[in-house]
């Protein structure tokens, strides 16, 4: 066990024990020469704060929890990267849960958080969760919560998100630019708000311009994939997918039938960017950024910590970019 205390280093390097506490702290009144001085005693000596001397003094543990629905998802993992980051660049840990969409795990990760006493929670919601009220206890114990990406159906919650609406009114509207007549649109689980509103948005927009659209609910690639298998079938000129899993169980069936892109048939997805490009032609999105979503949670994390009280319901923008797939 490691016994280096800040008196330890403050005895040996002549300096008070507050001097080297803002040191290790990098606060602007102490000079660069004293704070790499003490930052190499520190790690020569392998010093590691009392975290619960820590939390006792601030009751501020400096560990942030982010709960997504799966670690394995490109766009939850560029979230994680990015808030990771953030943290770290800030003197924050990062604490990572998943819930595998199942309330009683999402539960469960909350109780942890609140026994590691984190100072602010990111999470992303369960289709099937029914309440924020646990939640809103950490909420009530000064632990703010921002809610992102797949957020609830409430007021009086930080909410981050992607402009949902924005982002399947670009595809729909491409859609109608390239003339297409009979579209395949797979949507993620229904209970979801991001899906409610992408679903409103593209749908209303296909029964204006007078587009048959085939609209289907696909929970993972292997439902997305069948679904696909189905209504090729019925020769529909483009498939719209809604997000990147769903759009590796489309291709997958397109690929099967040997059909070429975009002679054939026409996709598009919704993407955080990187499984498009791993087609041939790369398949036309719109992006929908991991990283702007989490650099925006984060930022109102630190605002909240800071003794703001304003509600933030905030969005990025998405956009167009375009393949060879339409």
Known sequence: MNNTTLKKLSE?????ISTVSRALKNHPDISEKTKSLINELADTLDYEPNVNAVYLRTKHTRLFGVIVPSISNFFYDSVIATLEVESRKNNYSLMILQSGDDPNIEIANIKLCHQNRVS????CITPETKSIEPFQKLAELDVPVIFFDKVPDSSGCHKICVADEQAASLAANLIVEKQKKKVLALFENSKLLITKKRHETFTEIM??????????????HYEAEKLTDAFLNEKPDA???MTDEILTGVMKSVQKRHLQLPDDIGVIAISNGFIPTLYYPQITYIETSGEKLAELAFQSMMTTLSGNTTIHDEMIDSRLVAGGSM
């Open 239 to 241: 498939i719209f997918c």
């Open 12 to 16: 040996i390097s002549g300096l008070s």
């Open 207 to 220: 029964r204006t311009h007078g587009i048959e659209c085939i609209s289907e609910f696909a929970l993972n």
């Open 120 to 123: 602010g929670l990111f999470a």
